[in-house]
């Protein structure tokens, strides 16, 4: 996208005379990066200030009438009691002690076709076995001459099996994604309830908290990472309170030339790590990138 022009929601005059192949051309990606970062990516001094309010840092511009009295009676320096920290500690406290359940519900066609069949395969299955069992008591209730076993009560085990798949089926699906958030919730590497206490912590402080899941290459688990809201920037409408119709956000980073080497070193080219490292990312010892 081009970095100059009028922009409308939605609607960018650019993209009219651009077809769906070149959009997917280097040139273009890169011009919406740049223009997304350049338009978005500004100082959040707010966050800063709820930080040191918080931490207990007074901010000095909000006493300058004060100190800055030019010798006129009124004191130089001054005492700041912190009284915020305790109250959102206590805030914080009382929600990390909450306890959530996470829970799984199929949303896409496929697998809702594929539940569908399997509930009516095993509630089949279920109803040829009360059959298969009413059967097998008649042959028994002739053989031995018993009183003879009434229909109805034929008719009421099969009732009883289907309103259980009618009402409480969960599929094989369900079960198995529900294990794996169980094992999310309390794997070592995922650290659902620290991140938990630091989303929390976010919100009670600054009033936003963000996160994102992503995944580093195919196959392996999802990442769930904690966003600070100081290096989060997005385009949102107003109007909303979701995030679900903008058009893009900028997460901003910071990292080590030795972290950036680690992560995206394997997408450059020699020239590329030449310009961004120097000669330091050839040398045998990952001290130099530090």
Same mark, same amino acid.
């Given at each position: 996208?081009?970095?100059?022009?009028?922009?409308?929601?939605?609607?960018?005059?650019?993209?009219?005379?651009?077809?769906?192949?070149?959009?997917?051309e280097l040139d273009y990606l890169k011009g919406n990066?740049? +223009?997304?970062?350049?338009?978005?990516?500004?100082?959040?001094? +707010?966050?800063?200030?709820?930080?040191?309010?918080?931490?207990?840092?007074?901010?000095?511009?909000?006493?300058?009438?004060?100190?800055?009295?030019?010798?006129?009676?009124?004191?130089?320096?001054?005492?700041?009691?912190?009284?915020?920290?305790?109250?959102?500690?206590?805030?914080?406290?009382?929600? *990390?002690?909450?306890?959530?359940?996470?829970?799984?519900?199929?949303?896409?066609?496929?697998?809702?076709?594929?539940?569908?069949?399997?509930?009516?395969?095993?509630?089949?299955?279920?109803?040829?076995? *009360?059959?298969?069992?009413?059967?097998?008591?008649?042959?028994?209730?002739?053989?031995?001459?018993?009183?003879p076993i009434p229909y109805s009560e034929l008719k009421?085990?099969?009732?009883?099996?289907?309103?259980?798949?009618?009402?409480?089926?969960?599929?094989?699906?369900?079960?198995?994604?529900?294990?794996?958030?169980?094992?999310?919730?309390?794997?070592?590497?995922?650290?659902?309830?620290?991140?938990?206490?630091?989303?929390? +912590?976010?919100?009670?402080?600054?009033? *936003?908290?963000?996160?994102?899941?992503?995944?580093?290459?195919?196959?392996?688990?999802?990442?769930?990472?904690?966003?600070?809201?100081?290096?989060?920037? +997005?385009?949102?409408?107003?109007?909303?309170?979701?995030?679900?119709?903008t058009d893009a956000v900028v997460h901003r980073e910071?990292?080590?030339?030795?972290?950036?080497?680690?992560?995206?070193?394997?997408?450059?080219?020699?020239?590329?790590?030449?310009?961004?490292?120097?000669?330091?990312?050839?040398?045998?010892?990952?001290?130099?990138?530090?």
């Amino acid at each position: 996208m081009a970095t100059s022009g009028t922009y409308y929601p939605q609607i960018y005059y650019e993209d009219l005379y651009i077809t769906e192949s070149q959009k997917a051309e280097l040139d273009y990606l890169k011009g919406n990066i740049d +223009h997304w970062v350049s338009s978005l990516v500004q100082s959040k001094a +707010h966050i800063k200030t709820y930080r040191d309010y918080y931490n207990g840092v007074r901010d000095n511009k909000d006493f300058e009438y004060l100190t800055e009295n030019y010798g006129i009676g009124t004191p130089s320096s001054l005492k700041f009691t912190n009284i915020i920290k305790p109250r959102v500690d206590s805030i914080v406290a009382q929600l *990390e002690s909450d306890s959530y359940t996470y829970t799984v519900t199929a949303v896409d066609d496929k697998t809702i076709d594929l539940i569908q069949e399997e509930k009516k395969v095993k509630k089949l299955n279920a109803i040829k076995a *009360e059959l298969d069992k009413f059967s097998t008591e008649m042959d028994r209730v002739i053989k031995e001459g018993d009183k003879p076993i009434p229909y109805s009560e034929l008719k009421s085990s099969i009732k009883k099996v289907s309103d259980k798949y009618k009402n409480n089926f969960i599929s094989d699906f369900e079960l198995a994604a529900q294990r794996v958030c169980s094992y999310f919730e309390s794997s070592n590497t995922m650290e659902l309830r620290r991140k938990l206490a630091t989303l929390v +912590h976010d919100l009670a402080v600054t009033g *936003e908290c963000y996160y994102r899941v992503y995944y580093d290459r195919l196959g392996s688990d999802p990442i769930f990472e904690v966003i600070k809201p100081e290096n989060f920037f +997005h385009n949102k409408n107003t109007n909303t309170p979701f995030l679900e119709g903008t058009d893009a956000v900028v997460h901003r980073e910071y990292m080590t030339h030795k972290q950036v080497a680690e992560k995206y070193g394997k997408f450059m080219t020699k020239d590329q790590m030449r310009e961004l490292f120097g000669g330091r990312y050839m040398t045998r010892t990952a001290r130099s990138l530090n």
